[in-house]
């Protein structure tokens, strides 16, 4: 998606150890207005598939799973990334995350997440797919259904998608990184 690419070339930036930083406009500042023709884009995307729920993890998925959500007019349920004492019937699984390299277990009720449902798991990246099985494993463990999966941003030289896409399952990312070799960004045309 152009307009994504070029404001990751404006204002994203390069960290250590292969993780880019857009936290001006997606990770912490958040533009609403690139949000939205994001969440549209996304929503065309899947024009044709029949989505039932949006599903995400907490935090940085939940405003552009919103606003597809919003647009398709269904419910969007979150993966939590701490047992609420409140919560009553819980699903969980284990994550092991990129950017903090360690474990933690999303959780669910499961009364957000039912046999049959069709959803659309919506994230603001994909790089090494945890999180998205991580999902995956969550839907299995309910009957629910993953018919997709929407990534702001794929980092393609990272072994997520290549995982994902070989399950079959209906892969669509808005922006691909190629490489962050040597602190450039370099993004698939
Ligand atoms: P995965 O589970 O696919 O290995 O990593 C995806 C998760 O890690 C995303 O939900 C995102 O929060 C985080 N992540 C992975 N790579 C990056 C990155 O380069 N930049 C940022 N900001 N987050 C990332």
Redesign the pocket.
């Known amino acids: 998606m152009k307009q994504l690419k070029k404001r990751i070339l404006k204002d994203g930036k390069c960290l250590e150890g292969?993780?880019?930083?857009?936290?001006n406009f997606i990770?912490h500042q958040m533009d609403a207005g690139l949000m939205m023709e994001m969440a549209q884009e996304i929503v065309a995307r899947f024009k044709g598939t029949a989505i039932d729920k949006v599903i995400t993890?907490e935090a940085?998925?939940i405003a552009p799973a919103i606003m597809v959500a919003y647009l398709l007019d269904v419910p969007v349920v979150f993966g939590k990334k701490k047992v609420p004492s409140t919560m009553d019937g819980i699903i969980r699984s284990e994550?092991?995350?990129?950017?903090k390299s360690r474990s933690y277990n999303i959780c669910l009720c499961k009364d957000y997440l039912k046999k049959g449902e069709r959803c659309l798991f919506v994230?603001?990246?994909?790089?090494?797919?945890?999180?998205?099985l991580g999902v995956l494993d969550l839907a299995v463990q309910t009957g629910a259904e993953i018919v997709g999966m929407a990534f702001l941003i794929e980092?393609g030289f990272?072994a997520?998608g290549k995982i994902l896409r070989e399950k079959g399952i209906h892969i669509e990312s808005l922006a691909i990184i190629e490489s962050l070799d040597n602190c450039e960004i370099k993004i698939k045309d």
């Open positions: 292969g993780i880019l930083k857009v936290d990770n993890i940085s998925g994550v092991f995350s990129f950017t994230d603001d990246f994909l790089a090494n797919g945890n999180a998205a980092k990272q997520g």
